[in-house]
């Protein structure tokens, strides 16, 4: 399967309404395709388990200790295991991959490695063994250069305390860099990372012999400074329609006072919005489609307009997530994995705390074909039902989200607060209650809304006629 179609964000906590350190990004793929969401307990073994992979064959030890941990893995894993994202037990929030593209000049120097360490692979053989976003990084970064890996990618790291963006580039090298306290940072399928400091160890991490790497193999157009992507990425015409115009219209959304286009190379990495941003904002943009411009594919735009470039809410959206790390609590109870199943424009983000111990028996079903238990398929088929007659059913809707979306902040407000005496097992099985009650209103809601939207669909077929009734 070839997973290229991703966009993410990074939002450091100083640059946060409440300080919440967030990650987020949209898993594009295919439009029918589930996902699973489930909860891995923690695990002692005796002897190191060998990790197989049945994608690409790489396979490595693993650790003997393994801690629990969230993810959201494919409904098959004969393509490989894809968990992509989640919350362990000690507060440590991944999310991979962020699908980017290598130059040629570099892969010539280091050619990617067939049997490497894919996207597939990764949630799995570091989120369960590490204690910090930094840990995450480190183990990441030495596994690239250990075994290799098998395609270009940005891996999101978060805790309570900051957010790290890894980009990995060839076949062994790799450059991580922290995201301001202050700032943000939105990614579409590009290298991102700009400027490296290699003497700047609290906010840049980076392979052994990186920059012995590009100088042997004259890789530098620019010697007297080293610009990752400029090294490492790609500069074309599917970049100046594909991606570059997603962080564009990010920037847009949240530093709109900074003047810029869609196809531009020179759109910075870093940023920083003209107000403090929530995890809404997050959620809105990962739910985005050019709004307010011309380039909305169900705007008002020209048809020429509106399909020029690729929106970051799309069909082909298997699920969208926003990790938030919360100050000031214990890590089970600070970690939210904010969760939309489908495509995030046409559904809904449920809340799940990081500290539960299972998740609902819906969010464990679905495969290709439509199954109406499903978690994935009930919020698949708004979409579908959405889709057939857009704009007369998008305020039913709206309206649907927005009532869950009011409804989702109560809850996480009223958990907060019968789960401040908690600890331990009680808290975990409270949790894992909490959450459980929100997601069945979510599906219990969306079920309804599939319903409202069959019916009133009995009535817009092009084979209508709206005849007089005495007749």
Same mark, same amino acid.
């Not at 028996?361 to 495969?367: M, S, V």
């Not at 909490?434 to 409202?452: F, P, W």
């Given at each position: ?301 020209? *048809?020429? /307009? ?7 809410? #799309?069909?082909? @959206?298997?699920? &969208?997530?926003? +990790?938030?790390? $919360? ?83 109560? *809850?996480? /407000? ?7 005496? #908690?600890?331990? @097992?009680?808290? &975990?099985?409270? +949790?894992?209650? $909490? ?37």
């Amino acid at each position: 399967m070839n997973y290229s179609a991703c966009t993410s964000i990074l939002v450091g906590p100083q640059a946060t309404m409440d300080g919440s350190v967030l990650i987020g990004r949209n898993e594009d793929a295919k439009a029918a395709w589930p996902k699973h969401f489930i909860v891995h307990p923690a695990t002692t073994v005796a002897t190191p388990p060998q990790f197989v992979s049945t994608d690409n064959g790489f396979t490595m030890p693993l650790p003997t200790q393994a801690a629990k941990y969230t993810a959201t893995p494919e409904w098959t894993d004969k393509y490989g295991l894809f968990e992509e994202d989640g919350i362990n037990e000690y507060g440590v929030a991944m999310s991979a991959t962020e699908s980017t593209y290598s130059n040629e000049r570099v892969l010539g120097a280091d050619p990617l490695v067939k049997d490497g360490l894919g996207e597939e692979a990764m949630v799995t053989v570091v989120l369960p063994y590490v204690k910090t976003a930094r840990e995450g990084v480190a183990r990441l970064g030495q596994l690239i250069e250990q075994y290799g890996t098998n395609e270009s990618n940005g891996i999101l790291f978060a805790d309570q305390q900051e957010a790290w963006y890894l980009e990995t580039g060839a076949g062994h090298y790799w450059v991580a860099q922290r995201i301001p306290a202050n700032a943000y940072a939105v990614v579409a399928n590009q290298m991102a990372i700009q400027a490296v400091d290699f003497a700047d160890a609290d906010n840049f991490m980076f392979a052994k012999n990186l920059q012995a790497f590009v100088t042997d193999n004259h890789l530098n157009p620019h010697p007297d400074r080293f610009i990752w992507r400029e090294i490492f990425g790609t500069q074309d015409q599917s970049d100046l329609y594909y991606n570059t115009p997603r962080v564009w219209y990010g920037q847009k959304r949240f530093t709109p006072q900074v003047s810029q286009e869609p196809q531009s190379f020179d759109l910075p990495f870093i940023q920083y919005a003209d107000r403090l941003l929530s995890v809404d904002d997050a959620q809105q943009y990962l739910s985005s489609h050019f709004e307010e411009t011309p380039y909305d594919p169900v705007g008002s735009g020209t *048809a020429e /307009q509106k399909h020029r470039f690729r929106p970051v809410s #799309l069909a082909k @959206t298997q699920e &969208s997530h926003v +990790l938030q790390l $919360r100050p000031n609590m214990t890590p089970g109870l600070a970690g939210i994995q904010w969760l939309a199943m489908g495509v995030g424009a046409q559904s809904v983000y449920v809340p799940f705390y990081a500290g539960i111990d299972s998740t609902p028996e819906a969010y464990h079903l679905g495969t290709e074909t439509y199954d109406s238990k499903s978690a994935y398929w009930t919020y698949k088929l708004v979409s579908v039902l959405l889709d057939a007659h857009y704009h007369t059913a998008l305020p039913t809707v709206s309206e649907t989200q927005k009532a869950l979306r009011i409804a989702f902040k109560q *809850a996480v /407000q009223e958990t907060d607060r019968g789960a401040q005496t #908690l600890s331990g @097992t009680e808290l &975990s099985r409270y +949790l894992t209650q $909490r959450s459980n009650e929100v997601d069945e209103l979510g599906l219990k809601r969306y079920r309804e809304l599939a319903a409202t939207l069959i019916t009133r669909a009995t009535d817009l077929g092009p084979l209508n006629y709206h005849q007089d009734l005495n007749l």
